[in-house]
Every structure is written in structure tokens, then in C-alpha cells.
Nanobody, 127 residues
């Protein structure tokens, strides 16, 4: 599975961005897709995740309202809408994929559960 993230950039506080993650290769409806971010000097942290099968989502509670995740099955693409951006949102944003054994497996925020990772796209928010 190959993941290609795009859409990052330099924006001002309060602006919005939409990140995309295009998946190719041996994907299936049993996959989960997640967004993570890593700021300089900090650990990679979970943002949200979505299940290909039914679109069920799981959010890091602090970002649930600002960063909705969605998918387009026909395009094999997952999106991260980033609204009301803050300087503390500055980070390298990664998309990741997790292969699961069943269609309804519970989503997880565990970074170690995701086997496939994209290259990351930089989001920088100026004040």
C-alpha cells in the first residue's frame, strides 16, 4: 500500500486547509485510515481515523470539531479538513493505513497499529 499526502502549506491563524491522502496498491474495505501529526521536538500524535467500510470515525477529543475526516471511496482518498487553524497546529501531518481482520474492527489511535505511512505534508500556521 502506498500513501501520498498533499495539501499542506503556510497559512495564517484562523485559516483553513484541506489535506488529501491518496491510497494505492492492495487496499481493501477492511482498512482504516488515520491522520497523525508531529511537531518539532514532540512525539507523533493521533488526530483522527476513519473506517473505509462504513465511514465510522474516531477523533482525538480536542480536535473533534475543527478537523473532520472524510473519505471518497471511488477515489481511494481520505481528507482532513482543518478549520480555524492555530499556530500550535504547526506540524508535519502524516496519513497512515491499518489493515484489519474484519470490516467492523474498532478504530484505534495507537500509532503502532498503522503499518503503512505516507511521506507527510507540512502545515505551518503563522500568528
Amino acid at each position: 500500500v502506498q500513501l501520498q499526502a498533499s495539501g499542506g502549506g503556510l497559512v495564517q491563524a484562523g485559516d483553513s486547509l484541506r489535506l488529501s491522502c491518496a491510497a494505492s496498491g492492495r487496499t481493501s474495505s477492511k482498512y482504516h485510515m488515520g491522520w497523525f501529526r508531529q511537531a518539532p521536538g514532540k512525539e507523533r500524535e493521533f488526530v483522527n481515523a476513519i473506517r473505509w467500510y462504513d465511514g465510522d470515525t474516531y477523533y482525538e477529543s480536542s480536535e473533534k470539531g475543527r478537523f473532520p475526516i472524510s473519505r471518497d471511496n471511488a477515489k481511494n482518498t481520505v481528507y482532513l479538513e482543518m478549520n480555524s487553524l492555530k499556530p500550535e497546529d504547526t506540524a508535519l501531518y502524516y496519513c497512515a493505513a491499518r489493515a484489519t481482520a474484519s470490516l467492523r474492527q474498532t478504530l484505534t489511535k495507537d500509532v503502532n497499529a498503522y503499518k503503512y505511512w505516507g511521506q507527510g505534508t507540512q502545515v505551518t500556521v503563522s500568528s
